[in-house]
């Protein structure tokens, strides 16, 4: 009978979950997508945590909530003492492998008051978000006159320098970046350069790269010993520049109609505001830019999809499918100039619902092979997913999410989740900066169900509301509306139900609390007791007998 015996975790970044032939889109076709919803289960309710890069990942590799993890920006550490998926795994048998991405921040304040050694086994999984790493490589290496956003050596800068292309970071100058006629940089990050092939080989370029990188670690893991592995692309993120073939694949003619209305910008929530008048969404917005722009984010998708047939054909030949869940996802989207944004960060569906497909080759997931669910699903429901899939049972006083399991055994479950959660911290940007409020209250939370979606802001902002069954595409905003107040209290009823959560008493399970129940009386600690009759005498008898001497008669 076909087990899962190993996990093949695979994430892109900033993969929008209607950029996808299965999930709707009219003109990017994507057949190895396709291929795996097809053998699988797709998830079409699927929200993150964070909608930014780092805090959504540690979300992903904890099984918690921003809230709980505490890492809730790029580059916030997570935490010394935080229990990752590897190390949940580990529990159970499983190996848990990096190639690729996390954006994990290594809380070196933390190991050195612990004196934990990072070059050690221990200390290295934690510095590494509880991955063993075959190849750790964030992909995002801008340098500007204050020095290089990630220090870190590059393995992929690296691979460029071996294979011809010079410089101290070909990652720019070449796999992000066009050429002009006469030889000058075309760099990828001004978007008027987006149209143009980036100037590398299409080999070369790194997400055929590390789809080399994740088939040479199945190739070498032991194979007796089962694992997962990570395999996290960098791509379709920015800078948005594609290499040729993909440079030109599709063009305005395929570029989807901008999602968005004038009356978004009336009377708006102030943080909203704040964040259609930034830097990003003017250049956008920008004539002739967004029309530049998709054309490159959907041949940046079509090579991930291509690179997706590549490792699908090699599981299959190397009888790896027959053994191994496949899992594909994002750590957010891309509002491509919706609602009058770029980037992410907000919390309409292009931004905070991502692609979730899984494909199980057990038996058991026969039934629900080509399904798609649209149950209300957590990015930290993975955790949990995995977890049973290497034999564990959940430990659920730390891990927040629920296991996926029963959907992709078309099991009945009840009592599933009514809403979904999405946490965002903008205190350390310009937005912040301008509204004038200060970390604390620079926060914002999404409650979503299945007909409404509602933005609380700290700072004393007034919240945000969109009716789903209604307004699907979000475009008008009910937070201010007196007729919807009752909808509004539910929402604060549900932000307050999910805040007590008891998210860290994580040293201890329920099933130990109940344990300890009566157990002090059974170690001699007899508080409320008058005269011993009210207990058994197996409690009385290490209290009773005679002593040798009666001091109490001395002086």
């Known amino acids: 009978m076909a087990k899962a015996r190993n996990i093949l975790f695979i994430m892109y970044d900033q993969l929008r979950h209607d950029y996808l032939s299965c999930t709707g889109h009219p003109h990017l076709h994507t057949p190895h997508f396709d291929r795996v919803a097809a053998m699988g289960v797709r998830f079409s309710n699927c929200f ?59 809380d070196q304040t933390g190991l050195d008051r612990l004196g934990i050694n990072a070059e050690s086994v221990i200390g290295a999984r934690v510095a590494e978000c509880g991955f063993d790493i075959f190849v750790r490589e964030d992909g995002i290496y801008p340098q500007g006159p204050d020095g290089m956003y990630d220090s870190k050596p590059s393995p992929y800068n690296a691979y460029l320098n071996k294979n011809n292309y010079p410089g101290i970071n070909p990652w720019h100058d070449y796999a992000n970046s066009g050429v002009e006629d006469d030889m000058a940089i075309a760099s990828g990050w001004l978007l008027q350069h987006t149209d143009k092939p980036a100037n590398i080989r299409e080999h070369d370029s790194e ?10 670690f199945i190739k070498t893991a032991k194979p007796d010993q089962p694992w997962l592995c990570h395999l996290s692309y960098i791509k379709p993120h920015w800078p948005y520049i594609v290499p040729k073939p993909y440079h030109n694949m599709y063009n305005q003619s395929h570029v989807l109609p901008v999602v968005r209305s004038e009356a978004e910008k009336q009377n708006p929530n102030a943080v909203y505001e704040a964040y259609f008048t930034n830097a990003i969404a003017k ?44 899992v594909l996802t994002s750590d957010h989207g891309d509002y491509l100039g919706d609602h009058w944004l770029g980037e ?44 049973e899939t290497a034999g564990g049972e959940v430990p659920d006083h730390i891990v927040e999410g629920k296991s996926l399991h029963p959907f992709l055994r078309g099991e009945q479950v009840r009592n599933w989740r009514e809403f979904a959660i999405s946490e965002f911290d903008y205190s350390a940007t310009m937005m912040a900066a301008k509204l004038d409020i200060s970390p604390k209250d620079a926060r914002l939370f999404m409650v ?20 789903l069954k209604n307004d699907p595409q979000e475009l008008n905003d009910l937070g201010d509306s007196k007729e919807h107040q009752t909808t509004i209290e539910l929402m604060y009823e549900r932000l307050g139900q999910w805040s007590r ?34 207990l058994t005498p197996g409690i009385m008898k290490p209290i009773t007998g005679k002593v040798e001497h009666r001091f109490v008669d001395e002086e």
């Open 207 to 216: 997400t055929p790269w590390l789809t080399r990188c994740g088939i040479d």
């Open 283 to 326: 250049a956008i917005a920008t004539d002739g830019i967004r029309e530049k722009v998709v054309p490159a984010y959907m041949g940046l998708i079509k090579q991930c999809d291509d690179q997706l047939g590549v490792l699908l054909d090699y599981l299959d030949t190397s009888g790896r499918m027959e053994d191994t869940m496949i």
């Open 448 to 467: 979503a169900d299945k007909e409404w979606k509602f933005m609380h802001s700290e700072g004393g902002f007034r919240p945000m509301l969109f009716d």
């Open 48 to 106: 993150v945590q964070s909608t930014i890069c780092g805090a959504s990942r540690m979300s992903f590799y904890t099984g918690r909530y921003v809230q709980s993890h505490g890492a809730s920006w790029n580059n916030f550490p997570l935490k010394v003492g935080e229990i990752t998926m590897g190390d949940h795994l580990r529990d159970c048998g499983m190996d848990s492998w990096l190639v690729g991405k996390t954006h994990m921040k290594v």
């Open 344 to 387: 992410k960060d907000l919390f309409h569906d292009c931004s905070v619902k991502v692609p979730l497909i899984i494909y199980d080759p057990s038996a058991e997931a026969d039934n629900t092979r080509g399904t798609v669910c649209d149950e209300l699903v957590e990015s930290i429901d993975l955790t949990a997913t995995f977890i």
């Open 501 to 534: 959560r008891a998210s860290q008493r994580s040293t201890k399970s329920d099933a130990a609390i109940v344990a300890m129940r009566g157990a002090s009386r059974k170690m001699g600690v007899l508080l409320g007791v008058v005269d011993g009759s009210e």
